[in-house]
């Protein structure tokens, strides 16, 4: 019965930890709904080098009523290749007093302990006559690619979007958060090791229950049989006690 709860323990704990990416993919589809609301029309984009800035006096403020937020699509654990490109949608609702002007989108790559250390400077992509109105949720695609020499392991990414509202630039921060870089074609994604993991632990729990249930049948069956007296092995040897 002990090893039976075990088993059952350890059933339900796998169970546990197998929906914990099932509800990060529902969460991140429920948030890619609402981030897709409308593209902007006329939209015009292009894409600058690695190393361009995006020009201003200081650091830039969000403005009232100005909301945004990130998707990246079919990629729920954020896996980031390196020496390829990696697709996230920004999506910004406009709920000021004026139609702003999406001017760019860049980001930066942070080593997770220290903000100040730059991993890496990402593309800056130009909008040109992006315009959103104010009421109107719309949806911006940017595209950035890390160095194929970068080690793999896990990074903070930060993420803005720059705008401007009768002429004066602002800036909101759609992401700030962890991604996790790997090799091309070399290394199994987080999910993949996850489920990897999850397999061999039941494997062995599933193991360790048969061991268990082999060692009960064996010890039953070599229990020695028991020795009965019965009248007639006594009659026999009081016979031979009186012969001699």
Known sequence: MAATRVWLSAL???????????????????EEEAATAEVVDGADLGIV???????????????????????????????VLAGEETELLVGLQNEGESTLNVVAIHSTLHLPFDHKMY????????????SVPVSVQATFP???????????????????????????PYQNVFYN????VVEAGGLLSVESVFLI????????????????????????????????????????????????
């Open 119 to 130: 991993g890496q400077n990402l593309t800056v992509q130009n909008f040109f006559n992006a």
């Open 142 to 168: 940017y595209t950035f690619a890390v160095s194929k020499f970068l080690q793999p392991g896990a990074y903070d990414l930060v993420g803005y979007i720059v705008y401007e509202i009768d002429q004066n």
């Open 12 to 30: 339900l704990l796998a169970f546990l930890l197998a929906a914990a990416p099932v509800v990060q993919v529902a969460r991140a589809q429920s």
């Open 49 to 79: 080098s690695d190393d361009t800035q995006v020009s201003s006096d200081g650091p830039l403020s969000p403005a009232p009523g100005v909301e945004t937020v990130c998707v990246f699509p079919k990629n729920a654990g954020k896996i």
């Open 197 to 244: 993991t999850l397999g061999v632990a039941l494997l062995g729990l599933f193991g360790l229950w048969a061991y268990g249930q082999v060692q009960q049948l064996s010890k039953k069956t070599k229990k020695a049989p028991k020795v009965e007296l019965g009248t007639g092995t006594t009659d026999a040897n009081m016979d031979e006690w009186l012969e001699i």
């Open 177 to 180: 958060g962890t991604v996790e």
